[in-house]
């Protein structure tokens, strides 16, 4: 059983900064990616940043310059620092990972999620 929680999200002002971390739990074997993905209200969910185990981190247009992420696979974590945030980056934010379990195939996992809002 693999689990994803998040933390860090919360109300802030505009122009302001906001941490999130992401924390994955279980007997997993390896994790090829880890990244951030958010659904705005009325919205369909979109990425805001991955970072592979082998690759090129890619950011989200709408957030390119103004975030950071990285991971950590062998605490198996992943962060994602975001500054000068906006209202339009209000949504509720989530983990996503690719994780193989000893025994069976890689497949997505997805964390319950974490608000973030940002007052005008």
């Known amino acids: 059983q693999v689990q994803l929680l998040e933390s860090g999200g919360g109300l802030v002002q505009a122009g302001g900064s906001l941490g999130l971390s992401c924390a994955a739990y279980?007997?997993?074997?390896?994790?090829?990616?880890m990244g951030w993905y958010r659904q705005a209200p009325g919205k369909q969910r979109e990425l805001v940043a991955t970072?592979?185990?082998?690759?090129?981190?890619v950011y989200a247009d709408s957030v390119k310059g103004r975030s950071t992420i990285s991971g950590d696979n062998a605490k198996k974590m992943v962060y994602l620092q975001m500054n000068s945030l906006k209202p339009e980056d209000t949504a509720v934010y989530y983990c996503?990972?690719?994780?193989?379990?000893?025994?069976?195939?890689?497949?997505?996992?997805w964390g319950p999620g974490t608000q973030v809002t940002v007052s005008s």
């Open positions: 970072v592979p185990r082998d690759g090129t981190i």
């Open positions: 279980g007997s997993i074997f390896r994790i090829d990616n």
């Open positions: 996503n990972a690719y994780i193989s379990v000893s025994g069976l195939p890689p497949r997505v996992y």
